[in-house]
């Protein structure tokens, strides 16, 4: 399925800009949310579902505010300079992955941590963008009139980022939750694959005034998706906290209610009790 899915967007990529395409690849991230809630059971909260929605919605935002555009002319030498901006990109992240893991040993912690499965979606989607911006340098060769050679050279190299980003991603399902990490995944590349798209490769955005507001409104639901998707947990405990303290502080009321009530009604006089154990007492006899 990865390999009929790879063919599809290599043809894809032969005939749309980048900007265009890989944010339309993230659109299978519903189906994914659907499949892991209710296949594998992962439990999920409201706003992580919210999270999802918005990230879905921004998705098909960014799609719909691409347009066709005419290929700018590009230098051989874009290639090496993506190679270094990822490797700096990836020294950061996984610096950062070894803090929370060390951090993680000094608390004796035995499950992953939301960063540890964030930070393994964004290699993984930064891998899985620049293959397709790779491989859309290729066919952007190609058009002019750059040796043919360079069109399977940039595939090898885009099939090489495809599998490294695989490895990153099966890392993080190991253990983490496959909708955060898939999620993160999808909007890095996503994310990867527009600016890339764009510094890379010349492409502008829409010069319609509604696709690129289309565009721009994508971009902002796909960041809040993330944002709440990295602070679900830590948002549902601060909701519960007040509203398990307000209903502890009810639970008390009125339980000092019903002992002032119970008080009362529970006294029986001496005299009523002497005459019942009497007739009980004469009854017998």
């Known amino acids: 399925m990865d390999i009929f899915g790879a063919l599809l ?7 749309a800009p980048v900007s265009v395409i890989q944010p339309v690849s993230g659109c299978g ?3 994914l949310s659907i499949f892991s809630h209710f296949y594998l059971k992962e439990v999920m909260n409201a706003v992580d579902w919210m999270g999802i929605t918005l990230a879905g919605i921004g998705t098909i935002g960014v799609g719909a505010g691409g347009e066709e555009q005419e290929p ?9 300079w993506l190679a270094f901006v ?4 990836f020294v950061l992240l996984n610096g950062w992955l070894r803090i929370c ?4 040993r000094e608390q004796e912690m035995i499950e992953f941590e939301v960063v540890e499965e964030i930070i393994y979606g964004l290699e993984s989607g930064i891998l ?10 290729g066919f952007v060769f190609l058009e002019q009139g750059f040796p043919t050679m360079l069109v399977p050279v940039c595939i090898s190299i885009s099939i090489c980022c495809s599998g490294t980003g695989f490895y990153y991603q099966t890392r993080g399902l190991k253990h983490g939750r496959a909708i955060v990490v898939s999620t993160c995944a999808a909007v890095a590349s996503i994310v990867t694959g527009v600016v890339a798209g764009m510094l890379a490769l010349g492409e502008r955005l829409p010069s319609a005034p509604t696709a690129r507001f289309s565009l721009l409104l994508g971009w902002l639901l796909i960041m809040i998706g993330v944002v709440l998707l990295v ?10 906290w007040p509203s398990r303290r307000i209903m ?7 339980g000092s209610q019903r002992v002032k009530d119970s008080g009362p009604s529970a006294v029986i006089p001496a005299a009523t009790l002497h005459q019942l154990i009497t007739s009980t007492a004469k009854e017998k006899a």
């Open 9 to 15: 967007m290599l043809r894809a990529l032969s005939q």
């Open 29 to 31: 991230l519903a189906i």
């Open 72 to 80: 700018s002319s590009i230098s051989i030498f874009q290639l090496p």
């Open 86 to 89: 990822v490797s700096i990109l």
């Open 101 to 104: 893991k060390h951090q993680r």
């Open 128 to 137: 899985f963008g620049m293959a397709s911006v790779i491989s859309k340098l």
């Open 231 to 240: 602070s679900s947990s830590r948002l549902v405990r601060h909701f519960r």
């Open 248 to 254: 502890k502080s009810g639970l008390v009321r009125t």
